[in-house]
């Protein structure tokens, strides 16, 4: 099929095309606007898979907010404290402020909970979720993810950010394995 794609080792198929994101992320940021006026809100983007949600997704934000670039760090501590995790890069004083997590894919939604853990701890007035996509068969935490693009299947997605072993972030289309 000469739709097919190649990223590394493997083949992916098209999925769901630009036209359709951008129409589902414009939706969000609707709905963010209308809830999040007047809070001035700090959207808080979770790198890298998040770039290209983010870019499309504040672009189309046309209330007052502030931007921070993140990334998560796991490591094992000691056997009594087991996995710590670190947020880098978010230098603004975030007591009291509302905070918007821009996430490119939520899957078990480990990565979200330990996120919300290290957050929680700032003493924010409260936390909103976004996310470009989300796996519902494979999410079972109980934490609302409160702005959600498109629910996929359980399948591995590539592209708008998303990579498989560091490529195929730059693809503007989602493509899942063939
Ligand atoms: P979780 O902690 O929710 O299980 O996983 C979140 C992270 O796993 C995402 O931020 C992303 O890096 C990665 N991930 C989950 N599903 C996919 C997928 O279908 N494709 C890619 N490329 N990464 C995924």
Same mark, same amino acid.
């Given at each position: 099929?000469?739709?097919?794609?190649?990223?590394?080792?493997?083949?992916?198929?098209?999925?769901?095309?630009?036209?359709?994101?951008?129409?589902?992320?414009?939706?969000?940021?609707?709905?963010?606007?209308?809830?999040?006026?007047?809070?001035?809100?700090?959207?808080?983007?979770?790198?890298?898979?998040?770039?290209?949600?983010?870019?499309?997704?504040?672009?189309?934000?046309?209330?007052?907010?502030?931007?921070?670039?993140?990334?998560?760090?796991? +490591?094992? #501590?000691?056997?009594?404290?087991?996995?710590?995790?670190?947020?880098? $890069? @978010?230098?603004?004083?975030?007591? !009291? &402020?509302?905070?918007?997590?821009?996430?490119?894919?939520?899957?078990?939604?480990?990565?979200?909970?330990?996120?919300?853990?290290?957050?929680?701890?700032?003493?924010?007035?409260?936390?909103?979720?976004?996310?470009?996509?989300?796996?519902?068969?494979?999410?079972?935490?109980?934490?609302?993810?409160? +702005?959600? #693009?498109?629910?996929?299947?359980?399948?591995?997605?590539?592209?708008? $950010? @998303?990579?498989?072993?560091?490529? !195929? &972030?730059?693809?503007?289309?989602?493509?899942?394995?063939?």
């Amino acid at each position: 099929m000469s739709n097919l794609i190649t990223v590394k080792d493997k083949q992916f198929k098209p999925y769901i095309s630009s036209e359709i994101i951008l129409k589902e992320v414009k939706r969000l940021a609707q709905e963010i606007c209308n809830d999040l006026a007047r809070q001035n809100p700090l959207f808080v983007v979770v790198l890298n898979g998040s770039f290209m949600f983010a870019a499309d997704l504040l672009r189309e934000i046309t209330i007052p907010c502030e931007i921070s670039f993140v990334k998560v760090a796991s +490591y094992h #501590g000691t056997s009594s404290t087991g996995s710590v995790t670190e947020l880098i $890069g @978010l230098t603004e004083e975030i007591g !009291g &402020r509302t905070v918007v997590i821009v996430e490119d894919i939520v899957d078990t939604g480990v990565t979200l909970e330990k996120l919300l853990g290290v957050l929680e701890k700032k003493n924010v007035k409260q936390i909103k979720i976004a996310s470009a996509l989300l796996k519902p068969d494979a999410y079972k935490k109980d934490i609302p993810v409160n +702005y959600v #693009g498109l629910k996929i299947p359980n399948d591995f997605v590539v592209g708008y $950010g @998303l990579d498989y072993d560091g490529q !195929g &972030r730059n693809l503007k289309d989602i493509y899942v394995l063939a």
